[in-house]
C-alpha cells in the first residue's frame, strides 16, 4: 500500500474520531492512531484487514472536577476499528506507568491537536524520550506484565476471536505481540535506537516477516505456544538483568503530571471566559 494512502486512511480515521467525539459533547485535545500503524505491521491482503484504531484524549468539565466524578474511560465504534476515550487525568496516570501502548500514541504515524492547545500538548510530545529515559524500570515491568497477558491469551476462545482459537487452536495476534515486545527490548534496551525508531518495523527485514507470519497464524499450534513461552522466558531474564543498572526518575513524571493539570486549568479557564461573552 502506498504510504500517501495508507497516511489519508489514517488521517480519515482520526478526524471520524475527533468528529463523533465532539458530538459527544467532549472537548477533544488530543486524537492518534494506534496499535499495527504505528509498528508497520498493519496487513492488506486476501487472509487479512487491518482495522484503524485511534485514541482520543479529551478533557474533563468543571462539573466533573468540582464533583470528583470518575474520568471517563470508554470506547466506541468507528468505522474503521474502535475509539479508545481518555480523560486526560486517566491517560496521563496510565503514560506515567509506561504502558507501552499509551507511550506509542505520542509518537503516532497520524495525530490530531486541539488548536488552542497545539504548545501545550506538544510538550508532551517532545519530551517523551526524556519520560521514557526516567522511567526505563516501569518500562521493562510493564512490557514483561504484558508479555505474560499475551501468552495467556494466546489458547483463550474470547468472543471475538473464538474463531481463531476454532480454526487454528491459538490467536496469531497475541503470539506477534510477544515476540515484538522482545524486539523492542533488543532494539531501545540493548541497541542504540530512540523509542520511536525501536517501536517500527523496517520493510523487507526478516524481523517484520516473522512477526508477520505469527500474526497470520502461519505457525502450526505447537510451534506458536512453544514460542510464546521461549520469548517470555526471554523477556523475563532480560528484565531481571537490566533492571540491575537502571534507575527511577520520579522528576519528569511530575512534570508531565503538572503540565497535564496546567491544561485542565486553562481548559476551564477558557469555558469561563467564552460563557461570559
Known amino acids: 500500500m502506498e504510504k500517501t494512502v495508507r ?3 489514517l488521517g480519515a480515521a482520526v478526524l471520524e474520531s475527533v468528529n463523533m467525539v465532539q458530538n459527544l459533547g467532549y472537548t477533544v485535545l488530543y486524537a492518534a492512531n494506534y496499535g499495527s500503524h504505528n509498528y508497520n505491521l498493519d496487513i492488506y491482503n486476501e487472509e487479512y484487514s487491518s482495522d484503524i484504531d485511534t485514541k482520543v484524549i479529551i478533557l474533563p468539565t468543571l462539573e466533573e472536577l468540582v464533583r470528583n466524578s470518575k474520568p471517563v474511560s470508554t470506547t466506541i465504534e468507528i ?5 479508545d476515550i481518555k480523560d486526560i487525568r486517566a491517560f496521563i496516570q ?3 506507568k509506561a504502558n507501552i501502548q499509551f507511550l506509542e500514541v505520542l509518537k503516532a504515524e497520524s495525530y490530531w491537536i486541539n488548536f488552542d492547545y497545539i504548545e501545550d500538548f506538544k510538550w508532551f510530545i517532545d519530551n517523551l524520550d ?3 529515559k526516567g522511567n526505563k524500570p516501569q518500562l521493562l515491568k510493564s512490557i514483561y506484565g504484558m508479555s505474560l497477558e499475551k501468552k495467556k491469551a494466546l489458547c483463550h476462545p474470547y468472543p471475538t476471536i473464538k474463531w481463531k482459537i476454532d480454526k487454528y487452536g491459538y490467536d496469531g495476534k497475541q503470539l ?3 515476540m ?3 524486539n523492542f527490548i533488543d532494539r531501545y534496551f540493548y541497541g542504540s535506537e530512540n523509542f520511536e525508531e525501536a517501536i517500527r518495523f523496517k520493510n523487507d527485514t526478516l524481523e517484520k516477516e516473522q512477526l508477520i507470519e505469527a500474526k497470520l497464524n502461519h505457525y502450526p499450534l505447537k510451534a506458536a505456544q512453544d514460542f510464546a513461552e521461549m520469548y517470555c522466558n526471554i523477556i523475563e531474564k532480560d528484565t531481571r538483568k537490566l533492571m540491575d543498572n537502571l534507575t527511577q526518575n520520579n522528576e519528569i513524571k511530575e512534570e508531565y503530571l503538572k503540565k497535564s493539570q496546567e491544561i485542565i486549568i486553562k481548559n476551564i ?3 469561563i471566559l467564552e460563557e461570559n461573552k
Open 7 to 9: 497516511g489519508n486512511m
Open 79 to 83: 468505522s474503521t476499528g474502535q475509539c
Open 94 to 96: 496510565t503514560l506515567l
Open 130 to 132: 526524556e519520560l521514557i
Open 176 to 178: 506477534h505481540h510477544i
Open 180 to 182: 515484538r515486545l522482545k
Open 269 to 271: 479557564k477558557n469555558k
